[in-house]
């Protein structure tokens, strides 16, 4: 009869079989980060130096629009981060839509 205390002792059926990954550090779910916060705020200050601004970036630039939420929660967070008054470019961006609105209702009467 086999001695018990050489036989090795079988796996539980919930646990998964073979060896465990070592932990991982830092930031590890998720997608990778395409582009590093440094990166992602000089490209808003950029993009504010232009002549439409922040204006319809949700459309014209949708990655970093994304990228740019996904950091720092919020488009406004991540425009204030970038050392922008976000209540300017609002403001701006409003401006900038009802002389738009304004333009095309004159164009199609």
Do not use: C, K
Request: positive net charge.
């Amino acid at each position: 009869m086999p001695d018990l205390l050489d036989t090795p002792p079988r796996a539980r059926l919930d646990e998964p079989s073979g060896p465990r990954p070592a932990p991982r550090r830092g930031r590890n779910r998720g997608r990778p980060l395409l582009m590093n916060r440094a990166e992602l705020l000089e490209r808003i200050r950029a993009l504010a130096q232009q002549p439409d601004g922040l204006f319809r970036v949700h459309h014209l630039d949708t990655g970093l629009y994304a990228r740019a939420r996904r950091q720092f929660g919020s488009w406004a967070a991540a425009v204030r981060a970038a050392g922008i008054d976000y209540g300017t470019a609002v403001e701006s961006a409003r401006r900038r839509s009802l002389e738009n609105r304004r333009a095309r209702r004159a164009a199609n009467p």
